[in-house]
């Protein structure tokens, strides 16, 4: 995965967690998910198309989701409030949406967001793209952006010039 992909996540839920919440965000190191990370309970999912496809996932759990709600929306919500979902689902809107932005010169549609509700539920990923984890700690508690994303533009050119050099 292109680092300036990761970079755009980073940029995006730092400006949007500073700007949409007031909240300061610190950033982990990134890392390759092995299968075996912790899960979490609350998610919200967009799916991303172009020439970038996959999908990003915003984990939270959900305590935490509950305090980064209150904060959004002004109001406490539990997880299992109405609204709850729309809350979450936007905030992972809004931060692919923005790192969506940083990626240059590539055409990327983002799907409206998904969001799962569960003690320690799974989301399945494509197989053949690795995901990235992205950790993130704030003063209502952890954050984890999922990345599992591939530049369709660059494994066409890998593409056309296996085909060339076989040729």
């Known amino acids: ?11 995006s839920i730092s ?32 799916g991303m198309s172009g020439e970038v496809v996959g999908s990003v996932v915003l984990c939270f759990p959900g305590d935490a989701a509950e305090r980064i709600v209150a904060i959004f929306t002004g109001e406490q919500m539990a997880v299992d409030s109405e609204d709850f979902p729309d809350a979450i689902g936007e905030l ?29 539920h799974n989301v399945s990923r494509l197989k053949d793209v690795p995901c990235v984890l992205i950790p993130c700690s704030t003063d209502c508690g952890e954050v984890v952006i999922e990345i599992a994303i591939q ?12 085909v060339s050099a076989s040729a």
């Open 92 to 120: 992972v809107n809004m931060v692919a949406g923005g790192a969506k932005g940083m990626f240059e010169g590539r055409e990327v549609s983002i799907s409206c967001p998904s969001v799962i509700v569960g003690k320690d």
């Open 15 to 46: 400006n949007v967690f500073s700007t949409m919440l007031q909240l300061p965000v610190e950033v982990g190191e990134p890392r390759i998910k092995d299968g075996d990370e912790e899960r979490f309970d609350v998610s919200g999912i967009i």
């Open 151 to 162: 530049d369709r533009k660059k494994a066409e050119g890998a593409d056309a010039q296996a």
């Open 1 to 11: 995965m292109d680092p300036k992909f990761i970079s755009a996540f980073v940029k």
